[in-house]
């Protein structure tokens, strides 16, 4: 069965400071990654998603991810944060050929402090 | 272009009761699928609609059914509530042709069974 493990709950950092959320899945087939950010109150919102092609996928907003098979990692970064970044992040995995069924990690909370 | 679109956007209600929820999907879309947020948690995958039928389903009890209208609206209904079915229901619309993945969430249904 698919899990996605996000491995921090809550993650502290002053603001313009570098930030990794990190996220790693188990699957046993090939999967699709995506990540979601999700500000008080709101839906989730697509950040970004890796489907194939280069393991590096960015963001309008600054955000990357590199998706690493070898480590079954996803892990998303962004260089420089703002205040407006706070907010719930979670990480999602769907197998390639099911177009459906979304699994989600618990979620992080990313707290960028003044 | 309106996105996905929930009603309502609170509701409470007692033990024992049912409860009906509404999604409108974005426009284009045909695919339906509903998520259960628990308080301090990631989405859980309750079920898929497509073509007015219910395309898959995730762990959850007989109690919680839907439906899907030739419009491609939603509603999810729940019966016999308990106490921890109290959480946020988000609703996500796709249109299953295009392989892009991506489902697009609505701000969701704030649901408090006491």
């Known amino acids: 069965a698919q899990s996605v493990t996000q491995l921090d709950s809550q993650v502290p950092v002053f603001e313009e400071a570098p930030v990794e959320l990190r996220c790693n899945y188990s699957?046993?087939?090939?999967?699709?990654l995506f990540w979601y950010v999700q500000y008080p109150n709101q839906g989730l919102q697509l950040l970004l998603k890796?489907?194939?092609?280069?393991?590096l996928v960015e963001s309008i907003n600054g955000f990357e991810a590199e998706f690493n098979k070898s480590q079954t990692s996803f892990h998303l970064r962004k260089p420089s944060v703002h205040i407006s970044d706070t907010a719930e992040y979670f990480c999602?995995?769907?197998?390639?050929?099911?177009?459906?069924?979304?699994?989600f990690g618990q979620g992080t909370t990313l707290q960028v402090k003044p | 272009d309106a996105g996905v679109t929930q009603s309502p956007t609170h509701l409470i209600k007692t033990r024992g009761q049912q409860v009906t929820l509404r999604c409108s999907p974005k426009s284009g879309h045909d695919t339906v699928s509903w998520y259960q947020q628990a308080l301090g948690q990631g989405p859980q995958f309750i079920f898929q609609y497509y073509e007015e039928e219910e395309r898959q389903r995730g762990n959850f009890p007989d109690r919680f059914s839907g439906h899907q209208f030739p419009n491609y609206s939603s509603e999810l209904n729940v019966n016999a509530l308990l106490l921890g079915d109290s959480a946020l229901y988000l609703c996500?619309?796709?249109?299953?042709?295009?392989?892009?993945?991506?489902?697009?969430f609505g701000p969701g249904t704030r649901l408090t069974v006491t």
């Open positions: 890796y489907l194939s092609g280069s393991t």
């Open positions: 999602a995995v769907t197998e390639g050929s099911n177009t459906g069924k979304l699994i």
């Open positions: 996500a619309s796709s249109r299953l042709a295009l392989s892009s993945y991506e489902q697009y």
């Open positions: 699957s046993s087939v090939s999967v699709y």
